[in-house]
């Protein structure tokens, strides 16, 4: 199996390839400290402004969206899908790039999505995606700069062809995901309605739920935040969105609404409800659809109040998320 799997649309790749000979600037820093840098100045250019090369011709690079948490299984993955899915049917430009080279589930969903596409003779939307693939060279040094210049140089493309560039981080820290958190523009941590996923973000008190501290997770977005400032004075939007959300158990679902929300005044995030429950979030993997394709020529599935139900939470998740894209630049 190849190291890199990329599969994009015919016109955005020769897009993205052209963008790569003038877009792959490098990030300054050590390579081998804890927290990377965030990236550099040429790397997160400013979001509109004067391009040196085309004179009058605005630059705009894509606006970064990660997905992050540092607790497995949280919906890390299941959320990419459908905002990538999300995006495309709006018209943007959607590249993703998948951080968890071990797992790829990302990556595999874009693949059978691709797979099924040939098979039914049905053309969807599809985004510029890749994997990063975890470093074997021998040395921490080493491991760190390759997967570094390989993050910069799959990023820098994406930034100049793409509206919108979505990383997925593995659900462990990683140096590429610390190095995905260090250029988020938006960072979206889906975490399962539980106080054992809450408890990466913060320590409650047994006995009334005050917010004791912040916790591992938190701190490193903290940090993030800290050096993106330092590095370009950019900020990080972060979101934290409770995933998986069940019409039973009313009471542990109130105690955890009530601790994301003060840890939210406390540490500063957005909130966002998030998805329910629901088997349509997870079902169409396989074929690598999601319920935002249903209504698509060629796909011709039924749409249940289930399915009603779960666009809506989609929709008003990306409501919430209020990405700064603008008008998309051409519709599908
Ligand atoms: N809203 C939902 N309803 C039903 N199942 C869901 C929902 N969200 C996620 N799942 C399921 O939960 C499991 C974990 O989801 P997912 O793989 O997206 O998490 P992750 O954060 O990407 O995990 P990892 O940290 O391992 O990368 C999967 O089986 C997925 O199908
Ligand atoms: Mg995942």
Known sequence: MSDETKVDNPGKEKQAKSASTSGSAVLPGAQSEKTPPAPGPAQLAPRSGPDPKLGAMPLKRAHILVLGNEKGGSGKTTTAMHLITGLLHQGYRVGSMDLDGRQRSLTRYVENRQVWMDQNSVTLP??????????????????EADERARFEFELAKRLQACDVVLLDCPGTDTFLSRLGHACADTLLTPM????????????????????????????MVWDARKRRAISDGGTIDWIVMRNRLSTLDAKNKRRIEYVVESLSQRIGFRTAK??????????????GLTLLDLKEKGVGAQMSMSHVAARAEVRQLMEVLALPLGEPAHVI
């Open 274 to 287: 998030g998805f329910g429950e629901r088997v349509i979030f997870r079902e169409m993997f396989p074929s």
């Open 192 to 219: 399962n309605d539980s106080f054992v996923d809450f408890d990466l973000l913060g320590r409650v008190d047994p006995e009334n739920y005050d917010i004791l501290g912040p916790s591992v997770y938190s701190e």
């Open 126 to 143: 599809m985004p510029a995606h890749t994997v990063i693939a975890r470093s074997e060279l021998d040395t921490v040094t080493e491991r």
